[in-house]
């Protein structure tokens, strides 16, 4: 049973820095994705950035590419989201995904992935 676990999530002002962390257990072998995804009040679901295990390669959405980084320590089965340069409108509550072991063709839709962890809020003023 895989199982996600967020940290990291905080308030900060604009301009600042935050990393979340995600703790992916359960996972046995094979590849497979590790996401983040976003949700704003009154907002759709977005997908922020994604890492595939099988190769490392990464994807951001428009919107934070530049100014987030994602990145996995295998030791620790963690995967990160460093995020830079924050601006008010990342501000929503940011939920870790992993798929099971295949491959996603769109990496930031989250009808690819079938974990999800609980959610950590991030919150940026001005």
């Known amino acids: 049973q895989v199982q996600l676990v967020e940290s990291g999530g905080g308030s900060v002002q604009a301009g600042g820095s935050l990393r979340l962390s995600c703790e992916a257990t359960?996972?046995?072998?094979?590849?497979?994705?590790l996401g983040w995804f976003r949700q704003a009040p009154g907002k759709e679901r977005e997908g922020v950035a994604a890492?595939?295990?099988?190769?490392?390669?990464?994807t951001y959405a428009d919107s934070v590419k530049g100014r987030f980084t994602i990145s996995r320590d295998n030791t620790k089965n963690t995967v990160y989201l460093q995020m830079n340069s924050l601006k008010p409108e990342d501000t929503a509550m940011y939920y870790c995904?992993?798929?099971?072991?295949?491959?996603?063709?769109?990496?930031?839709?989250?009808?690819?992935?079938?974990?999800w962890g609980q959610g950590t809020q991030v919150t940026v003023s001005s």
């Open positions: 995904a992993g798929s099971r072991t295949r491959w996603i063709s769109h990496p930031l839709a989250g009808s690819g992935y079938n974990y």
């Open positions: 890492f595939y295990t099988g190769d490392s390669r990464t």
């Open positions: 359960g996972y046995t072998s094979g590849a497979y994705f």
